[in-house]
């Protein structure tokens, strides 16, 4: 996106708040700015034992996150963006809806677990309320959408991987599960995977919170115990579409958001910055970071392709927060009968793409377990969400 369209952008968001137009305004080219000037972006790059160079751990370790560019190419890029566009057309004809706009089966129609979550446009669903054990500690401010928009619109899609094949075979890329090891581990351990819907003009916000849940009063609390999520982005995102981060916050534990929202005289937090990424760019980004997005007021779309792993050690034996999925016990079986997706996803990706190497995952390998991919296999899918590792 080039510095035109981006000032075009910036201008059609701040002129949806008000009096405090010019107040956004300033804070989205001063949070792109800083984003912009932080030393945590660049190729994804390995050492001789395939682990992160020191330079990558120490700038995730200072920021919370990092930008990889350019780790998916082109044709990888265009399955994606096919894949969503094919996952559109079978979306319900509205919230509820067990037909798409055609009067056939809608996407997920037959599921038991989560899957399509819908919006206000331009709301904010979750800030304020009691959803997702309350983390979303404030409501931001919600513009008013166009008067031709829809009652509600597609936010997240939950279960990615059953319903795309494009998205399972980004879950088995060797580079990220590389990334994975490299932070987690080589035993490191599944959590969820999902798309974030943000429309122009649709998009709703995510209040600022923290993802984690079960580990902060933990006596082995450390900065990497509620794990990290992978953002791939189809379209890029910008400082009007984007997540937006509080560089360190990973670090501080449990924070009282209400607290810093009030201290900082409104919902713009002066330390975030935007995550800015061009199409093919991953973010690694802590879950324990202070982040959220504002609704998407501007002319771009941004589609987020979402996955995360933890460290075994933080759910085994460990009571899920029941936000993602039930509250039980992860134990050793159910643990190994989640990490499968991870061998379907590995065998999935080598299909399409046999000049790679392919990853080995080595909590299935060295058991010996087979997970063998085919578009046949991909219905066995169904619900497998029920079993994310939620803490």
Partial sequence: MNATDINKSIEACAAHYGEDAEAMRTYLIEGNRKALALDNRGPLTLDANDRLTPDILEAYSKYGFYIFEGVMHADEIEDISNDLNRMKETFPIENGSKVNANGEPALGADCKGLNLLWAKPLGDPLGG?????????IKLYEPKAAADAPKEAPFVLLGSLQFSEAC?????????????????????????????IKEPGLGAAVSWHQDGDTHWHSPDFNENIHGFNFMAQAFGSTAVNGVWVVPGTHKQGHIDIKKMVAEAGSERLPEAVPIVCNP???????????????????????????????????????????????AV?????????RAKMIGYAIDARSQRYPDETPYDYKPLSDKGIQTNWSPEIQSAFKDYNLMDLSI
């Fill in 329 to 337: 016990v992860y134990d050793d079986k159910f643990i190994e009968e």
């Fill in 129 to 137: 309320t009691d959803l997702a054990n309350g983390r979303h500690q």
């Fill in 168 to 196: 399972l075979r980004a879950y088995g890329h060797p580079e990220l599960l590389k990334v994975a090891a490299s932070v987690n581990g080589d035993d490191f351990a599944p959590f969820n995977e999902s798309l974030f």
């Fill in 280 to 326: 093919g760019d991953v973010v690694i980004c802590n879950r324990q970071l202070v982040h959220g997005s504002f609704a998407n007021t501007g002319f771009e779309r941004r589609i987020t392709v979402n996955f995360g792993f933890h460290p075994r050690s933080s759910v085994l034996n460990v009571k899920g927060a029941g936000i993602h999925s039930e």
